[in-house]
T-cell receptor, first 117, second 112 residues
């Protein structure tokens, strides 16, 4: 399977605990994105990496959130001191290297559903 | 700040009908527009991508159009089937190639 993969698929945690999610992009894609989706809403952009560099962060990404992509391959998203408002689906996407003819099409993974109790 | 609106929020049709889903965006400086399908509790599946220089794209029973100047896109589904039941999302990619801004989606139910 050469699609975007995310682990775990589901995570239930208690308020105040830390959680970490992993995203493995399509192997030849150098761009990686994180989005958050709450019930009844469209996904909202959180952050974007080109290779290992984090180039853009949304104001939604509070200081309790941190994302890394240490070797320009997989990425992790950590949420510290989780709150009930963090309950959502966290989606990862990747896209190929940019260029004059690139469509920058984003391919999404299955998501990690977080429930904070 | 880009805002994307989708109308209607929900749509219920009998099998076989042709239907149109609407998407509007406030900032016409987009690089492309993507239409996605999302089944309950699942990730997003890309259906069609229209570059800003294009007017439409077709895939099977799906046809998407883009009018950048008016800030509108439509997704046309021909001969709808129960398997088409899902939420359809449109998203505009900013000119910096980084951020997709999504609408809230149209929830489609096709009954046999």
């Amino acid at each position: 399977d050469t699609g975007v993969s995310q682990n775990p698929r589901h995570k239930i945690t208690k308020r105040g605990q830390n959680v970490t999610f992993r995203c493995d992009p399509i192997s030849e894609h150098n761009r990686l994105y994180w989005y958050r989706q709450t019930l009844g809403q469209g996904p909202e952009f959180l952050t974007y990496f080109q290779n290992e560099a984090q180039l853009e962060k949304s104001r939604l990404l509070s200081d309790r959130f941190s994302a890394e992509r240490p070797k320009g391959s997989f990425s992790t998203l950590e949420i510290q001191r989780t709150e009930q408002g963090d309950s959502a689906m966290y989606l990862c996407a990747s896209s190929p290297r940019g260029g004059a003819w690139s469509t920058y099409e984003q391919y999404f993974g299955p998501g990690t559903r977080l429930t904070v109790t | 700040k880009q805002e994307v609106t989708q109308i209607p929020a929900a749509l219920s049709v009998p099998e076989g009908e042709n239907l149109v889903l609407n998407c509007s965006f406030t900032d016409s400086a987009i690089y492309n527009l993507q239409w996605f399908r999302q089944d309950p509790g699942k990730g997003l599946t890309s259906l069609l991508l229209i570059q800003s220089s294009q007017r439409e794209q077709t895939s099977g029973r799906l046809n998407a159009s883009l009018d950048k100047s008016s800030g509108r896109s439509t997704l046309y589904i021909a001969a709808s089937q129960p398997g088409d039941s899902a939420t359809y999302l449109c998203a505009a990619l900013n000119s910096g190639y980084s951020t997709l801004t999504f609408g809230k989606g149209t929830m489609l139910l096709v009954s046999p």
